[in-house]
């Protein structure tokens, strides 16, 4: 079964693989059933193909190594500590500790070269797959005949766990429609999950589905030889036009005691279980996280492999930014994240009185056609609801096999994949990817998002269709909760405009965002257009909230708070409270998130303390608001979910009017 | 491509097609696409093979039928007017307005005949999975020689985006692992969605992928064919081993000038278009929403047959009283939804000052199989994670193909189809069931979460590993918004007990809600259990929130909110500060929901309304608890995500300790 290729091989394999054992015993705490069983599978991938260079692992045409099942982050963490990349010994005997680098899932760390953050099941998968379209996509806009100036495998390693998941079901199926020939899976079928065998739930004939959607399915092969690996990964290379899926049977906790059962996969083996490995697969017993020099000195040599790929590939490119020195730099450009000069120029004047009436989503379309212009970067698309979601950039063709140099992309029915592959497209570089859908799908792709937010990505989603508001489709599409429940996630910034002069400052915070992702909420229905010479002006976005009108210049007795669609009822209202002699204030907030950041003293101008007559409106759930509105103000929204029928009747029924806020202000 | 049996045929399936281009024309709004492509499939499967009695939609044994493809909901509300339910031609006039029986999207409707809600994809086909199950679970149990009393086929019609959905290949998956022979999909093959054809991003092999998962493929058949339908439901029937999918090549809008294109799918004809359709289809033009005499004769023919088939199921079902009397009862009871007398006996009293700390998945492990041995109906399953969500029922098999008669799922990592198949099951009767997985994992089930919510289903979630306490797997293990988000969806009860007493009343509470799902919210670290005889009863959690401690019989200075772990840290706090000469109140609050359905009066007794100096603590975002701290109190929990490391250390790290809360207060 250890039909290894050289005595080096089995070496550098048990090296790997008592290193994670010995991390996952000093932690107490870790899982490692996964790397006894695929550190054939990895090292072979290493030895013998992966193109990187541990000391510049921002190097921008390496290959993408992807750990899609993250439990097996000790795996990782011990191919990087090996083949020499930052991060040291005494990270991996600090596995799992506060401020380590090398926490229990893989963390997104380019600095020690970790591509994604992984361990939420599937999500690394078809994070991969975003990967490779990127690769793909400027492959194809930027080579030139004798340039393949981005020219890179992305490899990712996964379990049964991360094909159970529907999104990578989701993201398989559109990489085999794209013909991601340079994407390589290692499937690490061990036959077990935490609940037992598989065969309990999972016996599907995978290979038959993954053909099913155009891959080529190599295998099943022993995992733990090098050759079948080698040649299997050799195979899945020249295959230019379909993914390649590797089956690679291997034996879960290889070694140990337990191997080959459920028991072995998330617990430390124990002093016992570590000897009783170490014995049957020819280890010394100590000292722990023994490397021995010959290991170091053969694996290192990835430093050298990798500092000559490098430079060979600068030279390259050198010669390429001498023959095209506007791709050149355009490329560089766009790989740093660095956006084009001037690229907000006109964002603020795009709408003024003179626009009609419109839908945010049909601004948001406009706002992103205009910068698409400007910002070559920009890509994505919608789940099957371009028309709706204004998602297409109209002078653009598709991405597709045919056309790999197109912008939009087709997600099809599939909001899960769609988020995770923008994950990938963003992790890859010069890529700024948005998507589109229905608010209500954001359900959907919560997982993705999550990610984003935790590793900081600049994703831009389009989520149109953002409340009752969207009329007869009924409760089923109808978002409720799904605006604050957005709100709840870390570093997500959530911004629901207004008007059309909002949403174009929206899409300007939105690009402007590298820190992470931000959620654009716009309506269905046409608005109208703030008349920004009467009211304050839509720039007050970029701080979350503003006051857009005031009925006088003192302090006001009452602060209505409208978001997105509600803010005419909260001006309306605003207006006939002042003419009953009110002196009231209308607060436009499109983004909590924002606003939250600004300085005290900025907030305290636009909420004063002692002003607790306070009133906020929006057709979302009410839960929440009294972040602002305490426990003295009201909100008027909803407390159900929504119901079909033409959006008047709706606003209507649901009390949320000029006539309910006034009423709520007045009862204050 | 119209060849229909008999003129008859023609007739009825022309009527259902065009009262649904007239509904939709009449609302203005809606899908005429699909039902002009899908009415010869719906009315062959209804007119040659549904089992059903449209005078008695809760017939408890009749065929289940689901219409995946929510959006096609004219043609489902056509069918229910047409064989006679309770649906008047009226309501069908009224489609999509306020109040009316015939919303966009079908709304769970049993006295209609509603079966699910649909309309979010994928949903309804996995719906169609749990209620096959279900079927195949209480016929094991149940049916006796002779006596086949649960015997049903379950029917569903999907469309290409709720194939595209990664839910339905999750349960695709699980069914056919399961053997699911009554299942039958009929699938409308017409090549298009809202982008264009579906080809742009679909161009997988659907027959091949589910021949993968073990299912029978039959097709491609003529969808506008009733011969050849017929003739596939026939074959689907006869396997009873697997589910069938039926490939069904149909045209959307078949009929009408934009006919095969995406512009047919998602708003109606207009009056030009229903003309031209009209005359297409030989159809008369005036009066709309016309049913010919002879079409409502021959189609309500249904409702004698459904009357006979009822009768002679009565028949076998007294006979099977006689036999089997015992059996009959608790068959009929468990179907009713009735929970046993005494069902929740002695749950107060199991855990008490003498039982060791434990984690509070432990103790609802323990709840679990208390209440199992006690309650048949109870059934369910973890997604992979059955040890650590202590989900099994100990004394219980497997349900599987081969022992469908046991009670525990094996759900795969599929916590998607897990949400949804669980509709499913409450759905079809005869099971309350539960689910489990990391709460982290709710974010992949949120969308059938919302729609039990919405359906107002009795399904319960155990979600474990609920804070930075789960420690070590670190931030993408660790929910941080899960909690409040889960707060957010309408009629979804959240629960999440401090201790293993409020985890028997949190199981009491679950169980006894027949209105809506309930999230319990468990630990995966140990827990003290609080000694109940110096602090106020468990039984407090009935009512969402309870006063557990105080200092003095005075009005407090100050509150401190705590929920599940954090409770002892409020509790502890508590004690301090009074030692300090503070009057101190302490409240666990395990349910936001509970408490908030709660009179004035009591919820003023817990939280008098000029005590302002609150201060709540939890493990969980903060945004949100202003609900009940307001401006001026403060919050002790996340805002960010979490991290890898001991439990100890996050505690501190992150500042959720006794001494930030006691800071806190004395800051106020």
Chains 1, 2 share one sequence.
């Not at 080096?8 to 006894?36: E, K, W, Y």
């Not at 994949?417 to 994950?423: H, L, Q, T, V």
Request: with cysteine; aromatic share 8%.
């Amino acid at each position: 079964m250890t039909a290894v290729k050289t005595e080096m091989d089995q070496l550098c394999i048990n090296t790997i693989r008592f290193l994670s054992v010995d991390g996952v015993q000093r932690a107490n705490s870790g899982h490692p059933g996964a790397p006894l069983g695929m550190a054939t599978m990895a090292y072979t991938l290493w030895d013998r193909f992966l193109k990187h260079n541990p000391w510049n692992s921002r190097w921008q045409d390496r290959d993408r190594f992807v750990l899609s099942a993250g439990h097996a982050s000790i795996l990782l963490y011990s191919m990087l500590h090996l083949t020499g990349y930052d991060l040291s010994l005494e990270e991996i005997k600090n596995f799992r500790q506060w401020g380590s680098k090398t926490p229990g899932h893989p963390e997104y760390d380019l600095e020690t070269g970790i591509e994604t953050t992984t361990g939420p099941l599937g999500q690394g998968f078809a994070n991969a797959i975003g990967m490779a379209i990127a690769e793909k996509w400027l492959s194809a806009n930027f080579n030139r005949p004798g340039f393949d100036i981005i020219d890179h495998f992305t490899y990712v390693i996964a379990s049964d766990g991360d094909l159970m998941e529907g999104v990578s079901g989701e993201a398989a199926s559109m990489a085999g429609n794209l013909g991601l020939g340079k994407l390589i899976c290692l499937y690490d079928d061990n036959g077990i999950s935490i609940e037992g065998k598989t065969q309990i739930t999972f016996t599907e004939n995978v290979a038959k589905r993954f053909s099913a959607y155009d891959w080529q399915v190599i295998g099943p092969i022993d995992g733990f030889n090098t050759d079948e690996i080698e040649k299997a990964i050799k195979e899945a290379r020249e295959d230019s036009e379909r993914p390649s899926l590797i089956m690679c049977k291997t034996i879960i906790g290889y070694g140990s005691p337990k191997q080959g059962t459920e028991k072995v996969h998330g617990s430390p083996l124990g002093k016992e279980g570590v000897r009783a490995a170490k014995e049957k697969l020819g280890w010394i017993q100590e000292p722990d996280f023994h490397i021995p020099c010959e290991v170091l000195n053969y694996i290192r040599k990835a430093v050298e492999r990798g500092k000559k790929a490098e430079e060979a590939w600068k030279e390259k490119m050198e010669k390429y930014a001498r023959e095209y020195p506007e791709q050149a730099e355009k490329l560089q450009k766009q790989l740093s994240g660095e956006l084009p000069d001037n690229w907000d120029e006109g964002l603020s004047s795009l709408f003024n009185n003179d626009s009609p009436p419109m839908a945010t989503r049909s601004a948001s379309g406009k706002v992103l056609n205009m910068l698409a212009g400007r910002i070559p970067s920009l890509m994505g698309g919608s789940a099957d609801l371009a028309p709706s979601n204004k998602t297409l950039i109209n002078d653009s063709d598709d991405f597709s096999n045919e056309n790999p140099a197109g912008r939009n992309l087709r997600y099809g029915v599939r909001e899960h994949a769609m988020g995770a592959i923008s994950n990938g497209l963003a992790l890859h570089g010069g890529v700024i990817p948005y998507t589109g859908t229905f608010l209500i799908f954001s359900d959907y792709m919560r997982p993705p998002i999550r990610l984003a937010a935790m590793m900081g990505l600049r994703v831009i989603y389009i989520f149109t269709h953002d409340s009752i508001g969207l009329g007869e489709d009924g409760p089923t599409h109808q978002p409720v909760e799904q605006l604050m429940s957005l709100r709840t996630v870390p570093n997500l910034t959530v911004i629901r405009p207004a008007d059309a002069t909002e949403t174009a400052q929206a899409w300007k915070a939105a690009v402007g965002n590298n820190e992470g992702p931000t959620a654009l909420i716009l309506t269905r229905q046409n608005l109208p257009v703030i008349d920004r010479e009467k009211y304050a002006k839509a720039q007050g976005l970029q701080k979350g909230a503003y006051v857009l009108w005031q009925s006088s210049e003192n302090p006001p007795e009452t602060i209505i708070i409208g978001t997105g669609s509600e803010l005419e009822i909260a001006l309306e209202a605003g207006h006939k409270l002042a003419e009953e002699g009110m002196k009231v204030r209308v607060v436009s907030m499109p983004s909590w998130e924002l606003f939250d950041k600004q300085p005290e003293e900025y907030r305290e101008s636009v909420l004063p303390s002692d002003v607790r007559a306070r009133v906020a409106v929006e057709a979302g759930i009410k839960t929440g608001w009294e972040h602002y509105v305490g426990l003295d103000g009201s909100v008027v929204g909803m407390e159900s979910f929504g119901a079909s029928a033409p959006i008047k009747v709706l606003y209507k029924k649901f009390g949320i009017t000029v006539e309910d806020v006034m009423a709520r202000v007045e009862s204050m």
